[in-house]
Structures are given as C-alpha cells and as structure tokens.
C-alpha cells in the first residue's frame, strides 16, 4: 500500500480502516491514525484524505 501522509508515514490502508471503523472526516482520522498531524499539518496529504474518505465512507 502507498504512503499517503509522507510526514507521519500513514498508509492508504490504514486510512481506509478508521474510515471503516468511522471516520468521516479529515480531523476524524487525524485523530484515529496520526495522518496529517506531521510537520506540514496536512498540507501535503489532507485532499489525499478527503479523497480516500469518500472512496470508503
Ligand atoms: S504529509 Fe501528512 S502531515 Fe504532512
């Protein structure tokens, strides 16, 4: 699986599964995996997310 938050190292796998445990927002899997609370502050990953979010929701 890719890297999707570069900064913290966060998979897009890891992402889809706090989304499917119910995440339903940026914030949401911030908080579930650590993802877009590197250095950048989501500058880099944060559409990723979204993105992801609405694949999987
Ligand atoms: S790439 Fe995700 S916080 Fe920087």
Do not use: D, W, Y
């Amino acid at each position: 699986m890719s890297k999707v938050c570069l900064c913290r190292g966060i998979t897009e796998e890891q992402i889809v599964e706090a989304v499917k445990n119910g995440a339903t927002s940026f914030e949401e899997v911030k908080e579930a995996t650590g993802a877009g609370a590197g250095g950048c502050r989501g500058g880099r990953c944060k559409g990723k997310i979204e993105i992801i979010i609405e694949e999987n929701k």
